[in-house]
């Protein structure tokens, strides 16, 4: 399988949500590494990094996001893969 990086813009009502806590869940259940975090401007970055088809996965999941969020867009920046992390976590 293929393996991915892609670093990924969610914008909406994004925060306060828990989205990141479940994309870090949906993350660690498709077995893609990375991290989530909110930004100042009310967005929230990740980066997925694994398998082709679960990194997809990952960007179809915050296109929707958890119970309460309301997404608007979702901006994905596909990068080289670099084997940089070996589990998924929220940074602050």
């Known amino acids: 399988m293929k393996k991915v990086r892609a670093h990924v813009y969610v914008s909406g009502l994004v925060q306060g949500v828990f ?3 479940n994309t870090r869940k949906q993350a660690l259940k498709r077995g893609v590494c990375g991290w989530v975090k909110n930004l100042p401007d009310g967005r929230v970055e990740a980066i997925f990094e694994g398998d082709e088809n679960m990194v997809k ?24 893969y670099r084997n940089e ?3 998924f976590e929220i940074l602050y």
Not at 60 to 66: F, H, L, Q
């Open 57 to 80: 996965e990952m960007i179809e999941w915050c296109k929707i996001g958890p119970p309460g969020a309301e997404v608007s867009n979702v901006e994905v920046h596909w990068e080289d």
């Open 19 to 21: 989205f990141r806590s």
């Open 85 to 87: 992390y070996d589990t």
